[in-house]
């Protein structure tokens, strides 16, 4: 694993969370934006996907999962064990 940055210089303030999934375990790498509705999908491993309004993100594809969000509430992400959105929790 690479060092974690202290803080990125992003113009937005956007958190990151990244999940590194056991191999072949992420089939779909989606999330959805509770602010703007938008779903977004991340397809391939640099395939980074922003909702309309820019609060949330995914990226990964299907070798990792990382999101980010202004606010832990503006997201939801796909669980394909249920096949529906869940919200994240904050750990
Ligand atoms: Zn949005």
Same mark, same amino acid.
């Given at each position: 694993m690479k060092k974690k940055k202290?803080? *990125?210089s992003s113009k937005k303030k956007i958190k990151a969370k990244m *999940?590194?999934?056991p191999q072949g375990s992420i089939l779909i790498n989606r999330a959805k934006c509770t602010k703007c509705d938008s779903i977004i999908e991340s397809k391939s491993v640099h395939d980074f996907v922003e909702c309309k309004c820019g609060r949330i993100?995914?990226?990964?594809?299907?070798t990792y999962q990382r999101f980010g969000f202004k606010e832990i509430s503006d997201l939801l992400i796909w669980n394909c064990a249920t096949n529906d959105f869940e919200k994240v929790t904050n750990n």
């Amino acid at each position: 694993m690479k060092k974690k940055k202290s803080s *990125t210089s992003s113009k937005k303030k956007i958190k990151a969370k990244m *999940t590194q999934a056991p191999q072949g375990s992420i089939l779909i790498n989606r999330a959805k934006c509770t602010k703007c509705d938008s779903i977004i999908e991340s397809k391939s491993v640099h395939d980074f996907v922003e909702c309309k309004c820019g609060r949330i993100f995914v990226d990964g594809g299907l070798t990792y999962q990382r999101f980010g969000f202004k606010e832990i509430s503006d997201l939801l992400i796909w669980n394909c064990a249920t096949n529906d959105f869940e919200k994240v929790t904050n750990n």
